[in-house]
């Protein structure tokens, strides 16, 4: 481990106060030796400068799939206080609630026959990469409903079941959002784009529960081993990209308004109580809500196709439950001993509320929260349980995927889109994509060991490993 | 074409990071944006319509990130690809033309999107007679 940090607890580090000038509270990382070989200087520094920000509480918190970034590091965390904390795009970043949900479904994996025929097939359905556009024709009050109220909206107009909502972080909007607060060109960008998938890391997954480990809650969760189940990663699309980007300048005036000193021009922020705080803070709520329902139309396009495709039922594929990794969000916690609301950044990472919050359905209140980790393309991902040494440690978190630990201009360098497709090929695993480049981008070795970081966050008790899937077929934007 | 002496691939895990060289500052826009599309539309580009953009900031950086973030904004929402830009300034900001073609998906596709322009580390420097500034694209 480097230098700088000390050892606090079983994969606990302590990056201490005077790092780098100004930091108001340590940094707290978590991390194996094995892991800590690709701690990347930038993702430090960025981990530092988070620390630096005002009304910042507990630590700047970095988790095992920490990695360099922009503003916030990508697996950073950070509390704020309510009095005098502040808000930061940078903590959130441009994918606003760019997430991942989990849907279930009875089928075996020998139900599927061809694997190339049902992945090309999602291919044909589900609009992936750039200049996509969706088949959903979006009027512009239909644009404002879904901006208040996300997958609710989606279900109410058909595109689910009642019970997807439930199965939703915030159940599936947040109440704060406020449609005025996003701007007529991240409206425009937002109507033809409900229910794409994007490009870049987003992908819509097939994969088989191969191990359950944890019975009980699997039960509870909805998972069996051997079952078949779609997993799907993307965010909020043009329409959370702009409202970021115009949110930003706003900030910045906001930053030498209220004279906050920032290390980097990407923190910018405001008070949470100010105009300009508040008035970002409906915005990102609304695009958070885009994204789901933006995944929630995704999910009908799969259900209508696997209905077709296999004559299942589309009531017998529920959704396991879905988690934002780019948001901000008010939330109850214990600090110093006392009930406090705070605001709570989590930028790469994932919310793991355990047994016992209000926020989260009965049904959870004995296991935790669901958390979907994805491994990196061709390799395991996870499903896991929200834990109270997370509500103790990290404000509830935990990481949310395996993590880069090489850059794209490395990747391309290292392998080629069409090895890597035939090398996964030959494991049975399908993968459709417009180039090779993407493909090349995401390899598997780019990544930390989804293995590895899993191992971290079970054995530091920010989440309890629940089953393991491996991938049958991929398709990326 | 990217011209390799002018657009430099610098690493970065997560984003895309370019350092642009420019014997002008007229020419380090234009090649900004050309770093961007590359990414966005790394096939072939043929000219066969312009839009016009217009901008205004006070501070060169500003200037160059509202450009980019328009630029983003316009190819979307128009699904128009960016061949080329010519950048003129004036009193408060610049005029762009932007000269490009309709997104047609077979000729395209296949490049990654850019969510965003990040100001983290965005400064223009003048060095004798060039001008730089490295620029994190967030894809």
């Not at chain 1, 502040?86 to 009875?106: E, K, L, Q, W, Y």
């Not at chain 1, 901000?328 to 605001?343: I, N, Y």
């Not at chain 2, 074409?1 to 610098?10: A, C, G, Q, R, T």
């Not at chain 2, 983003?72 to 408060?92: G, I, K």
Request: glycine share 10%; proline share 4%.
């Amino acid at each position: 481990m480097q230098k700088a940090f000390s050892s606090v607890g079983l994969h606990e580090w302590d990056l201490p106060v005077g790092y780098i000038p100004d930091m108001r509270v340590s940094g707290r990382l978590f991390l194996s030796e094995s892991l800590s070989e690709s701690l990347e200087d930038g993702a430090i520094r960025q981990l530092a400068n988070v620390a630096t920000l005002p009304g910042i509480i507990g630590h700047s918190f970095g988790m095992p799939d920490i990695h360099w970034g922009y503003g916030f590091p990508i697996g950073g965390v950070a509390a704020f206080s309510e009095e005098e904390g502040i808000i930061s795009p940078g903590g959130v970043g441009f994918d606003i609630n760019c997430g991942v949900r989990m849907i279930a479904t009875p089928l075996k994996v020998s139900d599927l026959g061809s694997r190339e025929d049902i992945i090309g097939r999602l291919y044909k359905n589900v609009p992936t990469g750039v200049g996509s556009k969706s088949a959903l024709q979006l009027s512009g009050s239909a644009l404002d409903d879904l901006l208040a109220l996300g997958s609710k909206w989606a279900v109410t107009e058909g595109y689910g079941l009642a019970d997807d909502c439930t199965r939703c972080e915030e159940g599936g909007y947040m109440k704060e959002a406020v449609p005025g607060n996003v701007s007529e060109k991240a409206r425009k960008r937002g109507i033809p784009q409900c229910g794409t998938l994007g490009s870049g890391n987003h992908f819509l997954e097939l994969q088989v529960v191969s191990e359950i480990q944890d019975q009980e809650a699997a039960k509870v969760f909805g998972v069996e081993e051997g079952n078949v189940c779609c997993m799907i990663h993307c965010g909020s699309r043009g329409l959370g990209h702009q409202v970021c980007t115009d949110h930003l300048k706003i900030l910045e005036k906001a930053t030498q308004k209220y004279g906050i000193s920032l290390p980097d021009r990407q923190l910018s922020c405001a008070p949470l109580t100010s105009p300009e705080g508040e008035k970002y803070f409906g915005a990102m709520a609304a695009a958070a809500n885009y994204a789901w329902a933006n995944r929630q139309i995704i999910t009908h396009q799969v259900r209508t196709l696997f209905e077709s495709a296999f004559g299942v039922s589309y009531n017998e594929m529920p959704l396991i439950y879905d988690v934002a990794h780019n948001v901000a969000k008010w939330e109850m916690h214990t600090v110093d001993g006392s009930d406090k609301r705070v605001c709570v950044h989590r930028k790469g990472a994932t919310r793991a509320f355990g047994p016992g919050r209000s926020e989260l359905p009965e049904v959870f209140h004995k296991t935790g929260q669901p958390v979907i980790i994805p491994g990196s393309m061709g390799t395991a991902s996870y499903l896991l349980a929200g834990t109270e040494t997370a509500m103790e440690k990290t404000f509830g978190s935990t990481c949310h995927g395996a993590g880069r630990v090489s850059s794209r201009k490395e990747a391309k360098k290292a392998v080629r889109g069409a090895a890597v497709s035939a090398e996964l090929k030959k494991q049975g695993i399908i993968v459709r994509a417009p180039s090779g480049d993407a493909i090349a981008e995401e390899a598997p070795e780019m990544y930390k060991s989804s293995d590895e970081v899993i191992r971290v966050v079970h054995e530091a008790g920010l989440s309890r490993i629940v089953a393991r899937m491996m991938p049958l077929g991929v398709i990326k934007g | 074409m990217v011209n390799p002496m002018s657009i430099e691939e610098l690493p970065h895990t997560a984003d895309v990071r370019r350092r642009i060289l420019a014997d002008s500052r007229e020419e380090l826009f234009s090649l900004a944006a050309q770093a961007m599309f590359a990414v966005l539309y790394p096939g072939e580009c043929d000219v066969r319509s312009e839009k016009i953009i217009t901008i205004d900031a006070e501070e060169p950086e500003d200037l160059l990130w509202e450009y980019l973030s328009e630029l983003l904004f316009v190819s979307e929402v128009e699904s128009f690809v960016v061949c080329e830009t010519v950048v003129r300034f004036t009193n408060s900001g610049l005029v762009a033309t932007l000269r490009g073609e309709p997104f047609e998906r077979e000729r395209h596709e296949g490049g990654r999107e850019v969510k965003g322009v990040s100001l983290s580390g965005l400064s223009i420097q003048t060095t004798g007679d060039m001008m730089s500034c490295e620029i994190i694209f967030d894809i």
